[in-house]
């Protein structure tokens, strides 16, 4: 098209909705210097979304696009856009993978996630909108063939349902009769699904994540099944439980498992593996805060009245329940799924407002460590975007890991994999 003369051109729109306007070959016509493309679909919209290097507008980077395309068009030897990214150390998969919580963490060392899946509808929307719609699974797992579904890979990344073992998931279940750990129909038995997972494509690493209590769910038998399946599927298993509190300011405790193929490292290679060190100090609520919040979020009279009640209830009693309200200098509880019901456990006070209130969707975005640095690497300059309702919001947040202590979980992954390719390379010599 650029060989031929403005005159051969005619603007032409198409569609019913602003933002694209075409050109067609017309005699007669006039080519302006701005195109608009109408009617671009939402799967091109979100890889545009996911591929886009950080600091890049959105012109800048479709505009390498045609640059590629026409240089290749014209020599055959296409010359690909600039990046910014790290240059890509390993792979991973995402299994389980909720938002993104081991995408973020996992990229940020480097990482390739050549695969997701996650079957609930609503965290689908969210980390298809935050990462892209590549190689993404929504629907149940077990149904795959592994073998040939999913990707070669050097890290499997899972955290599997924790409410089948969490101590509220434990609870409620037992008070409705019904089952729970591994005897849970629906979540309690896809541990089991990973292990098949590892049989078909033998990854050098796996990274597990779950609730503390696993540890002590059923007497510790359920931990003793899964560290069993591990060794016998002929991983040797790092585990400790890591407060989040180090990097975020909520005291989150869950359990990492990390475990090393025994045929793919040495056993120095897998021995070197260390948890990271948990930071001196972690940040405060008030770096969190918003200055403004949306009234919308203070408790309603009705409910802070209940609240209290409710607490006092139990302190009568001796019980420790109730609400958390907390200030700029304190740590809050655990962000849990249920946060949408009434935000008791964490309640912030609001100087001048009449009731405490709850987080607001950036504040509860930032408490679980997706924060603005991370957002920006993935082109979302204003911050992760929220796609779905607050209460979903609240139950994805409630439900994650946090993306900084998978990130410093990982470096010390990539430092295991670092060994064993300085070996393979010194071998290959």
């Known amino acids: 098209l650029a060989e031929l003369p403005p005159t051969h051109f005619r603007r032409a729109a198409f569609g019913h909705n602003p933002g694209i306007s075409c050109y067609q070959l017309f005699p007669g016509g006039a080519v302006e210097k701005d195109i608009l493309i109408r009617r671009v679909g939402d799967p091109d919209l979100a890889w545009i979304t996911a591929a886009r290097p950080p600091g890049w507008s959105q012109e800048k980077f479709v505009k390498s696009l045609l640059s590629e395309a026409r240089v290749k068009a014209t020599s055959g030897n296409p010359r690909k856009p600039r990046s910014r990214r790290k240059p890509i150390v390993f792979s991973f998969v995402d299994l389980f993978a909720g938002i993104g919580g081991f995408h973020i963490g996992m990229a940020a060392n480097g990482g390739e996630c050549l695969f997701t899946s996650e079957w609930d509808k609503w965290a689908s929307m969210t980390y298809q909108a935050w990462f892209g719609a590549h190689n993404f699974h929504s629907d149940d797992i077990r149904e795959l063939d592994f073998k040939n579904a999913i990707p070669d890979h050097d890290v499997l990344c899972a955290g599997f349902p924790c ?130 919040p949306d009234p919308k979020y203070m408790l309603t009279d009705g409910l802070w009245t209940y609240l ?108 295991v994999l670092n060994l064993r390719s300085k070996r393979q390379s010194e071998a290959s010599i």
């Open 163 to 292: 409410q089948p073992f969490s101590i509220a998931g434990v609870s409620k279940k037992n008070s409705l009769g019904r089952a729970h750990g591994f005897d849970d129909d629906r979540q309690g038995n896809l541990f089991f699904a990973i292990c098949e997972i590892v049989e078909a494509k033998r990854p050098a690493v796996l990274l597990l994540e779950n609730v503390k209590n696993l540890r002590s769910h059923d007497g510790g038998n359920t931990y003793r099944v899964i560290q069993e399946h591990i060794d016998e599927l002929g991983y040797e298993m790092h585990a400790q439980i890591i407060d989040a509190q180090a990097w975020v300011p909520q005291h989150r405790e869950r359990i990492f498992m990390v475990c090393f193929d025994r045929s793919a490292f040495t056993p120095e290679e897998i021995s070197s593996f260390r948890f990271p060190s948990s930071p001196a100090r972690g940040p405060h609520l008030g770096a969190i805060l918003e200055e403004e």
């Open 308 to 415: 209290q009640s409710y607490a006092e209830k139990h302190r009568a009693k001796g019980n420790g329940f109730g609400f958390g309200l907390v200030g700029p200098d304190d740590v809050t509880r655990t962000m849990s799924a249920r946060y949408y019901k009434d935000g008791s456990e964490i309640l912030i006070r609001q100087p001048s407002w009449r009731n405490p209130r709850r987080l607001t969707i950036p504040e509860a975005s930032r408490l679980m460590g997706f924060s603005q640095t991370y957002a920006k690497r993935f082109g979302h300059k204003d911050g992760f975007p929220q796609v779905v309702s607050d209460t979903q919001a609240y139950k994805q947040f409630g439900n994650s890991v946090s993306p900084p202590v998978v990130e410093a979980i990982g470096r010390s992954i990539v430092k």
